[in-house]
């Protein structure tokens, strides 16, 4: 089955801009969506097919996909940014949802 | 407001059944292909399983195949989630989720039900 692997956490200075990786083999072929979980509350997508941001997402999200990665980035980091941030596919060679292990995101 | 509304969730013991729903409002249910996607407490998201619109296109994550089954009732806006044979490893916050485009990016998630799998 795919694999998405996502670092576990990654820690931002308010303003600073974050990076979140999700590698996957040949990831670059796949369409990756991310999805942001604050604690107790249900997952929000931010980034759908690769870089597109639903309506009411700011700017600050961004997103690429190329090779064997995919990257989330936040750019002028805020503390209410801080939650659990989750890459996903559509893999259809096995016909399954696959989701990253997920990165907890840390202002510092 | 697009809203999807879980609700069946709770205690059961291992080996035993429950049945999940999940209802939508505020779009166009019946050809909108919904999911199921549980999180165990502390853990990551897992897919469980989708469906389509006409129920025709039914896909299962390896761990539930054969002791789950999704269904929907588009008549009523429902979609459902049958578990059976439930083991501790099934306890988790169960999610029902739509799908928002080709790709399958899910735009739209309930606030999820709990099921807890104890003796």
């Known amino acids: 089955s795919y694999v998405m692997t996502q670092p576990p956490s990654v820690s931002v200075a308010p303003g600073e801009t974050a990076k979140i990786s999700c590698g996957g083999d040949?990831?670059?072929?796949?369409?990756v969506h991310w999805y942001q979980q604050r604690p107790g509350q249900a997952p929000v997508l931010v980034i759908y097919?690769?870089?597109d941001r639903p309506s009411g997402i700011p700017e600050r999200f961004s997103g690429s996909n190329s090779g064997n990665t995919a990257t989330l980035t936040i750019s002028r980091v805020e503390a209410g940014d801080e939650a659990d941030y989750y890459c996903?596919?559509?893999?259809?060679?096995?016909?399954?949802?696959?989701f990253g292990g997920g990165t907890k995101l840390t202002v510092l | 407001e697009e809203q999807l509304v879980e609700s069946g969730g709770g205690l059961v013991k291992p080996g035993g059944s429950l049945r999940l729903s999940c209802t939508g409002t505020g779009f166009i249910f019946t050809t909108s292909s919904i999911n199921w996607v549980r999180q165990a407490p502390g853990k990551g998201l897992e897919w469980v399983s989708s469906i389509s619109g006409s129920s025709r296109i039914i896909f299962y994550a390896d761990s539930v195949k054969g002791r789950f089954t999704i269904s929907r009732d588009n008549a009523k806006n429902s979609l459902f989630l049958q578990m059976n044979s439930l083991s501790v490893e099934d306890t988790a916050i169960y999610y029902c989720?739509?799908?928002?485009?080709?790709?399958?990016?899910?735009?739209?998630w309930g606030q999820g039900t709990m099921v807890t799998v104890s003796s």
């Open positions: 996903q596919v559509w893999h259809s060679d096995s016909s399954h949802v696959v």
């Open positions: 097919s690769d870089s």
């Open positions: 040949d990831i670059g072929t796949e369409s």
């Open positions: 989720a739509k799908d928002g485009n080709p790709d399958r990016a899910f735009d739209i």
